[in-house]
């Protein structure tokens, strides 16, 4: 099982709502992203960038609130920080210091 730190990290201008029950079935939910919040908050917290196949990620779990009820669902984004072993890890490329380029 992945470990997670002990103080989860919630990102900016995101934000998830899961489907009432009312939804149909296929509906889990849904995603919202403010774009300039999200980006100012990623360009803030690079250290939650992760490389996968050559490419920058964010990796975030959507999980139900303690509080989520059939009626009411609540749920919310947060960040996967694990970190595979190094020998798992994908090397940068040199070049690679633009998050938006």
Do not use: C, H
């Amino acid at each position: 099982m992945q470990q997670q730190q002990d103080n989860p990290e919630y990102p900016d201008g995101l934000l998830y709502m899961p489907s009432r029950a009312t939804a149909p079935e296929w509906a889990d939910g849904k995603i919202i992203i403010y774009p300039k919040k999200f980006g100012a908050w990623l360009k803030a917290n690079p250290n939650f960038l992760q490389k996968y196949n050559g490419e920058d990620q964010v990796v975030l779990d959507i999980n139900k609130a303690k509080a989520s009820t059939p009626e009411v669902p609540k749920g919310y984004a947060r960040i996967n920080d694990y970190k595979p072993p190094e020998a798992q890890q994908t090397k940068p490329a040199e070049d690679d210091d633009d998050l938006f380029g």
